[in-house]
């Protein structure tokens, strides 16, 4: 239980801090996020990627007196359901019409509350971090009253904005490096990424799960974020990690893609039950977070360029897969169960290589009666055609920018 006084005192402290913050880089996001009243608009993304910073440019730019508060405050520990009616009497004060709220959902039955300032014709604004949760019980409350929108790390896009820099091969290899995490785009002390990970391992998962067995979760997360672009099942990794029961390792998982720290993506089939069986390739939310945390030792640059073509896509499509028959093709992009393209990724294209990525970008292009295809490296450009088919080849700096 929180005092109305001690909440009044953290709502003034919080808007303070805001306000001396100063805008940031105005986000790409925001252009997405509609302006509503009947429905509640859900941001939901990874820890540290920059949703409390847009909601404090929605307090600048569109809604200058809401309400804004931020429920992860070490001051709110003691915040429970009750404390909405103290919430409620310095909502009335104040005469706010909008409100913005950060992390409500570790609130237990926060959604009833958003259900009673909608019926009230209120507009809201919410962030989180955990899509399960947010989808489960927006989805049992908020049925049909609610906009779910996502946002991600710096873009490449964003990330030359934000250093000043051309799009460039030379700025892709520092955009490999570093991420879009913005605090560690700015200051870039390692730190800051361990302690991104490790709060989404304790508190997103840990914590709120009741999981004992940290080490092996955290064993888990290293060998996964180590092995971006590869192929994992469930019942290997239960034997890689030293976990008992392969349902366990499918928990974790889960945990782990709702807290969007990694992303799987399913082989392409045409039958869901073996698009679930079969082995998936895993990807990191943000290659700086891999590089800072990852237990490889070896250069991988050629998975690096493919997570970020991967993490390019997942911002424009839910359905990514990959096709792998006589061949492979790294991504098969769906929209509303259309297949747009086939892509593939070769940080550098070569005499040892050539053949094998073409003959996979081919024997996609023919499964799903394409013409063309689109081939991502590094630096390279060119054009080749092969059985009938087109492929083109673009550096990454073009491609990402479009």
Not at 132 to 143: A, C, D, F, M, N
Request: charged share 25%; hydrophobic share 40%.
């Amino acid at each position: 239980m929180v005092t109305q006084e001690a909440l009044t005192q953290v709502i003034a402290a919080q808007r303070d801090n805001l306000l001396a913050k100063g805008l940031g880089l105005k986000r790409e996001a925001m252009a997405t996020l509609p302006d509503i009243s009947a429905y509640a608009l859900i941001v939901s993304g990874v820890r540290r990627c920059g949703k409390s910073t847009l909601l404090f440019q929605l307090l600048q730019q569109r809604y200058p007196q809401a309400l804004y508060l931020n429920f992860e405050d070490p001051r709110l520990y003691g915040f429970d359901i009750k404390d909405f009616a103290r919430l409620d009497e310095i909502i009335r004060q104040a005469g706010a019409g909008v409100l913005l709220f950060d992390e409500i959902q570790i609130i237990p039955e926060w959604e009833r509350y958003i259900r009673q300032k909608l019926d009230e014709n209120i507009k809201i604004v919410i962030t989180g971090s955990n899509a399960s949760l947010l989808s489960r019980e927006l989805g049992t409350k908020l049925t049909g009253r609610h906009i779910t929108k996502e946002l991600f790390p710096f873009s490449y896009r964003e990330f030359i904005t934000f250093t000043q820099q051309k799009a460039s091969s030379d700025s892709v290899s520092e955009y490999l490096q570093v991420g879009g995490f913005p605090e560690y785009v700015k200051q870039r002390v390692d730190d800051i990424l361990n302690y991104v990970l490790e709060d989404i391992l304790i508190r997103d998962i840990a914590v709120r799960h009741g999981i004992r067995d940290v080490n092996s979760l955290q064993r888990l997360t290293l060998y996964l974020i180590s092995n971006i672009g590869k192929l994992v099942t469930a019942n290997r990794l239960k034997s890689l990690i030293g976990v008992g029961s392969t349902n366990t390792i499918t928990e974790y998982l889960s945990y782990l893609e709702d807290s969007y720290l990694v992303h799987f993506i399913p082989k392409f089939d045409y039958s869901h039950r073996k698009q679930m069986v079969n082995p998936k390739k895993v990807y990191a939310i943000d290659t700086g977070l891999v590089n800072v945390n990852s237990a490889s030792f070896t250069d991988d640059s050629g998975r690096q360029l493919e997570n970020l073509v991967y993490l390019y896509l997942r911002r424009r499509y839910k359905d990514i897969f990959y096709f792998s028959a006589k061949g492979e093709c790294d991504f098969v992009v769906s929209d509303k169960g259309n297949i747009q393209t086939v892509i593939q990724v070769c940080y550098q294209l070569n005499a040892d290589n050539l053949d094998r990525e073409l003959n996979g970008m081919t024997e996609a292009l023919g499964f799903f009666k394409l013409d063309e295809g689109l081939l991502i490296t590094h630096a390279q450009r060119d054009l080749f055609e092969k059985d009938g088919k087109k492929i083109v080849v673009l550096p990454a700096h073009e491609y990402l920018m479009d």
